[in-house]
């Protein structure tokens, strides 16, 4: 991919810790000028310092406070590296690029299904797992705490032991401390990204989980969950990722994604 000496478009990546530095560090080496969305100073922190990196701390929510930020910044290309289940704000923000004419990039891990040794089952929705399947079994819920509440409620009237893991935010600890799990069975813990699992394979061996229920998000918590599942006798259910509605290209691999994007400036 070639090099261009002067590039002063303006892009946008809303994306976790994870696949933002990737996409960064490419169009940073292209001369673009990058704008990153985070929703906390933490996250930002994982970024390098380069002038033409603008950071921006907070939650964007609606159609229109995404079009302000595009007009307003004077954005030419927005990337959606969003988690895959972010589907609000995934629909959002396509909204509002079509309705400034900006041209949008979605970014997505790869979709690999596994079903090694009947170890994995997908199921459509968070409350899929059959009620006689986890009746007196011990749940783990690895599926962040949006719907906790309401999924741990579903599975305990099912007669599960349900326990949890969650990421050290106060949105998250309150959340799961007001989910009807019992507190010694609930565990403050921070996704790993060198996928050693031997916290959370400790937590299964202490708690003794039969089951686990985490999202088909392809990030490094559900490879130490399949990891796990494979070499103990922990049964994974992976809820399935939703499809979007939306028409755009879609890329699983960030040197294609820049040089597709790079691609439009030189045409």
């Known amino acids: 991919m070639q090099n261009c000496k002067?590039?002063?478009?303006?892009?946008?990546?809303?994306?976790?810790t994870s696949d933002g530095p990737p996409l960064v560090e490419r169009l940073l080496k292209h001369n673009y000028s990058v704008f990153?969305?985070?929703?906390?100073?933490?996250?930002?922190?994982?970024?390098?310092?380069?002038?033409?990196?603008h950071i921006?701390?907070?939650?964007?929510?609606?159609?229109?406070e995404f079009k302000d930020?595009?007009?307003?910044?004077?954005?030419?290309?927005?990337?959606?590296?969003t988690h895959p289940f972010a589907k609000k704000v995934s629909e959002n923000l396509y909204k509002a690029c079509n309705e400034v004419s900006k041209s949008i990039f979605r970014f997505e891990r790869n979709y690999v299904r596994n079903s090694l040794e009947n170890k994995f089952e997908y199921i459509s929705e968070l409350n899929g797992i059959n009620g006689s399947t986890v009746n007196?079994?011990?749940?783990?819920?690895?599926?962040g705490s949006k719907f906790l509440e309401s999924t741990a409620?579903?599975?305990?009237?099912l007669g599960a032991n349900v326990f949890t893991r969650i990421i050290?935010?106060?949105?998250?600890?309150?959340?799961?401390?007001?989910?009807g799990i019992p507190n010694s069975n609930i565990a403050i813990l921070n996704p790993t990204k060198n996928q050693d699992n031997s916290l959370e394979s400790y937590l299964c061996k202490y708690w003794k989980i039969d089951y686990v229920l985490c999202r088909d998000s392809g990030g490094y918590s559900?490879?130490?969950?399949?990891?796990?599942?494979?070499?103990?006798?922990?049964?994974?259910?992976?809820?399935?990722?939703?499809?979007?509605?939306?028409?755009?290209?879609?890329?699983?691999?960030?040197?294609?994604?820049?040089?597709?994007?790079?691609n439009l400036k030189i045409k």
């Open 6 to 16: 002067k590039c002063y478009e303006n892009v946008w990546i809303l994306s976790g």
């Open 222 to 262: 559900q490879k130490v969950w399949e990891k796990l599942s494979f070499n103990n006798s922990v049964k994974l259910f992976l809820l399935e990722r939703p499809k979007s509605k939306f028409k755009t290209n879609t890329y699983s691999e960030y040197d294609l994604l820049v040089e597709e994007l790079y």
């Open 56 to 64: 921006i701390t907070g939650r964007l929510t609606d159609v229109k």
């Open 136 to 143: 007196n079994k011990n749940l783990l819920l690895a599926i």
């Open 168 to 179: 050290a935010t106060p949105e998250s600890i309150s959340k799961a401390f007001s989910s």
């Open 69 to 81: 930020f595009i007009i307003f910044n004077k954005i030419n290309h927005v990337i959606d590296a």
């Open 36 to 53: 990153v969305s985070v929703v906390s100073y933490k996250a930002s922190t994982v970024y390098p310092k380069d002038s033409r990196l």
């Open 153 to 157: 409620k579903h599975y305990i009237d």
